[in-house]
Structures are given as C-alpha cells and as structure tokens.
C-alpha cells in the first residue's frame, strides 16, 4: 500500500487500513521515529480518555459496589 503526502504534509490513510484499525475522523495517531521508519500508533488512551467521566453509578456509592452488586451470589474475586 502507498500513500503521497500532500502539499501541507498530509496523508490519507488507505481504507484498509483504517478499516482494519478502527480509524475514524478525530481517532488520535501517536507519531513516533523508529531509525528512518514513521510508525503510527492508535492512541488507546484516547478512547478511554474520552469515555471517563460519562457513565453514572446510579443508585451505587462506589464503582466496587456496583461491581459487588452485579456477581452473582458466592461469586468471589479471591483466588
């Protein structure tokens, strides 16, 4: 696969493989230089970034709670 860069310095990422990636309009790239390669990375903190703060505990004082109440009864997390 190819991809020219524009006059600006910009790519358009085949379909592919954006496809392949999960890559749509805002998606954050990591750029990093390895020797004379670019390599792009999909920035998983950005989606967890984005998702922190939008879900509510509704009728739970606390995330450990609301995780006690949903496993099943004797379920245990102790090994």
Do not use: C
């Amino acid at each position: 696969m190819e991809a020219t860069v524009a006059e600006r310095g910009q790519i358009t990422l085949p379909k592919a493989v954006r496809d392949a990636l999960g890559l749509t309009k805002g998606t954050l790239l990591k750029v990093e230089l390895e020797g004379n390669r670019i390599v792009l990375r999909k920035s998983v903190d950005d989606a967890v970034s984005r998702a922190r703060g939008r879900f509510r505990l509704d009728g739970f004082e606390s995330t450990d709670e609301a995780v006690r109440a949903i496993r099943a009864p004797g379920e245990s997390s102790e090994p």
